[in-house]
C-alpha cells in the first residue's frame, strides 16, 4: 500500500484481497457495491480526485462522516443533502456495506465509502479537499492506557485541519463525559474555532436539527446525555 506521508501511529489494515475466509460483506465490496465502495487500496487512487469520481465540479460541496457504524446518519445526510457529496470512512466491513446500502436503497447517487482507518486520512484525501466532517460516537477506549487509541488527538486535528475548505465545520458527539473531556480542550487548543459545545445535546438549542444515531439511540434510552460541539475552520 503506498503510503504518502509519515505519521506518528499508522496502523496497517489487513489487506482484503488476503482475507482467506471473505464474509458477504467482503465479497459485496469489491462485488454488487464496486461502483460505491472502495477497499483499502482502490481508495488510495481517489486521492485528490473524489469530486470528479462523482462528476462533480471541484467546487461542489464535499463532506466526510469518520465511523458511519451502520449507516443511518450517513444515509439520512445523503437523502436531506442531495447537492452535497458525502465520503464514508467505515474500518469494519459489516457497517461499511450496511452504510452504503441504506444509502443506495434511499436513492442517493451522492454517496460513497472507503474501508479504511481515519487515523490515515490524508492518504486519501489532498490538501482542501474537504468541506464539513461528522465524528458522532467515536469508540470512547474508556481505559486509561487505551486513550492513545482516540482518534481525537493534537497530531489528528493537526493532519484534518489543511484537509479542510476553510468555512468547513468538524461536528463532534461523544455518549462518553469523559471522552468529551479528553476532546473538548484538544479542539480549544487547535486552530480550530468553537462555534457550539454543550453538555447536554438533547436539552440545548441544538436539539431540533439534530439527527439520532444508532448509537445515541441506545444512550438516550438509558437516559444519559449526548455530549456535542462543532469547530470551524474559519475562513480568514
Ligand atoms: C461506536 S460506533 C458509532 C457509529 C455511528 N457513528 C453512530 O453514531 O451510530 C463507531 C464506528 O466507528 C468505526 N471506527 C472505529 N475506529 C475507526 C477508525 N479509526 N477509522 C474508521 N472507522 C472507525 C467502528 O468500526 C464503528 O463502526
Avoid at 487512487?45 to 462523482?54: H, P, S, T, V, Y
Avoid at 473531556?181 to 484538544?186: G, I, R, V, Y
Avoid at 462555534?195 to 440545548?204: F, I, M, N, V
Wanted: charged content about 30%; glycine content about 4%; overall charge positive.
Amino acid at each position: 500500500m503506498e503510503q504518502k506521508s509519515s505519521r506518528i501511529r499508522r496502523p496497517r489494515l489487513v489487506e482484503t484481497k488476503t482475507l482467506p475466509n471473505p464474509t458477504e460483506y467482503v465479497v459485496a465490496l469489491n462485488g454488487e457495491y464496486r461502483d460505491w465502495a472502495y477497499d483499502e487500496e482502490r481508495c488510495q487512487e481517489n486521492r485528490g480526485k473524489w469530486r470528479a469520481l462523482f462528476g462533480k465540479p471541484d467546487s461542489a460541496p464535499m463532506d466526510l462522516e469518520i465511523g458511519t457504524g451502520n449507516g443511518y446518519f450517513f444515509a439520512h445526510r445523503a437523502t436531506a443533502e442531495p447537492d452535497r457529496l458525502l465520503v464514508g470512512i467505515e474500518l469494519k466491513y459489516k457497517p461499511l456495506i450496511q452504510s452504503i446500502r441504506r444509502a443506495r436503497r434511499e436513492g442517493c447517487v451522492n454517496a460513497r465509502i472507503a474501508r479504511y482507518d481515519a487515523n490515515c486520512l490524508e492518504d486519501l484525501f489532498a490538501e482542501g479537499e474537504l468541506n464539513h466532517v461528522f465524528i458522532h460516537h467515536p469508540d470512547p477506549w474508556p481505559r486509561k492506557r487505551d486513550w492513545k487509541h482516540r482518534l481525537i488527538q493534537t497530531e489528528f486535528l493537526e493532519l484534518l485541519w489543511p484537509l479542510m475548505r476553510p468555512g468547513s465545520y468538524i461536528n463532534f458527539k461523544t455518549d462518553s463525559e469523559d471522552y468529551y473531556d479528553w476532546a473538548l480542550p484538544l479542539f480549544e487548543n487547535s486552530k480550530f474555532k468553537k462555534l457550539r459545545a454543550t453538555r447536554d445535546l438533547h436539552k440545548s438549542e441544538w436539539a431540533s436539527e439534530n439527527f439520532v444515531t444508532h448509537f445515541e439511540q441506545l444512550f438516550l434510552q438509558k437516559g444519559q446525555p449526548i455530549f456535542y460541539c462543532r469547530f470551524e475552520k474559519p475562513l480568514v
